[in-house]
């Protein structure tokens, strides 16, 4: 047997085998930075197992085959890595911030093997889905048992309802409900796995049937990011599918427009919130997160403080506060443009715009539909949360998307 033929061979299961485990946060960890005496979660400087993976993959595909037509975004997929490793230079802490662009790194090979013609993106669908049935059967046994152990092979942490700190549901009687967690670090992560997991599967299989499981397990995760990406995606899909011919002439500017509306409301939503009385300690964190922001941001508005380094953006604002007042703002472009300035959100827009272009040449049939309402999710959950940028878990979620949205017919 040749070694074209093994390579072949391998290169057939090698891509989905990585979203198989993709889900499982085992992780070698080089380092813990901290802040004000404590260590925090963005301060860990570690290597995940998937990672390995990747660069074991990208060496059996050697050299890699993906069509003339994607050179733009690829083009861009470069561009944005040497700026990244900029900031890192100029960051408040360099190691923690190189340590970041070695996650950055790797999403952004994910995203180019995912675009080489040889990588089946069925097979790799299925794999996603696959990978998820064990965090399902463990996030339902978090809800109903109220625990969960640790196990540093699959890079679990120990989870426990009645600790404070871990994500719990309260009753008005004070009962304390487990939010399901998965395998991953926090339920709005498994979440937003769950809703891309749930449009993959009507893009990729013809039971619908399927979809019924992460749709309960969206549920069990009492994600509001989750559940609304997911409705608003799909609403998305269905407005486009019925009137893209009215819609075709300006659809870029109405694009444009619903993604300004759905990020800058989010951030003002969340105020109006707060200002009715709403007793939510999440709400009042995250609009005073959103008020720091200003003043981090025009310390650097051109690089920002250093990819990874947001938190000590804020030490260096405000070094007063309690450690675990130290969180980035619940905002990916506001967090994008503290930590590596307007000119870094101007190439992931550009890298966007270019890839959707793609997409919206095949609308409205229903693989473009279903990628768009993929990116919708994701567009969702950006002005929500944090973990598309500041975790790996969701760095390799939108490298996903971003390739499905470049491929899929």
Known sequence: MSVDSIRNRIIRFAVPVIFFLLPWQTRWIFARHQVVGHDFEYGIISLYAVEVLIALVLIVYWRLQIKKEYEKQIGFVFLFLIFVFITAVFAFDKQLAF??????????????????????????????????????????????????????????AQRDAQILGDAVLTLANGTRILRAYGSFGHPNIFGGYLVICVLSLFAFFK???????????????????????????????????????????????????????????SVFGVIAINNFGFD????????????????????????????????????????DLQWWEFQPVHNVPMLIVGEIGFAGLILLILWFYEVDKINYSRLPKKGALIAMSMCCALLVISGLDHYLWTQWSGLALCAYVMAITVRID
């Open 99 to 156: 340590g970041q662009v070695l996650h950055v790194f790797f999403a952004l090979v994910l995203f180019l093997l995912l675009l080489d013609q040889r990588t089946c993106l069925k097979n790799v669908s299925i794999a996603f889905f696959l990978g998820l049935l064990a965090p399902i059967l463990l996030g339902f046994w978090q809800v109903v048992a109220g625990f969960s152990w640790s196990s540093t092979i699959f890079g679990l």
């Open 207 to 265: 039971n619908r049937y399927v979809i019924i499981l992460p749709i309960i397990s969206i549920i069990f995760t009492f994600s509001q990011s989750a559940w609304l990406a997911l409705i608003i995606s799909l609403v998305c899909a269905f407005i486009v599918y019925k009137y893209f011919n009215k819609l075709k002439k300006d659809f870029f500017w109405i694009a444009g427009v619903f993604s300004a509306v759905i990020l800058i409301g």
């Open 280 to 319: 939510q300690s999440s709400i009042s964190e995250r609009v005073e997160q959103y008020s720091q922001w200003p003043l981090i941001a025009s310390e650097s508005l051109a690089i920002g403080s250093g990819v990874g380094n947001y938190i000590y953006a804020i030490e260096n604002l405000n070094p």
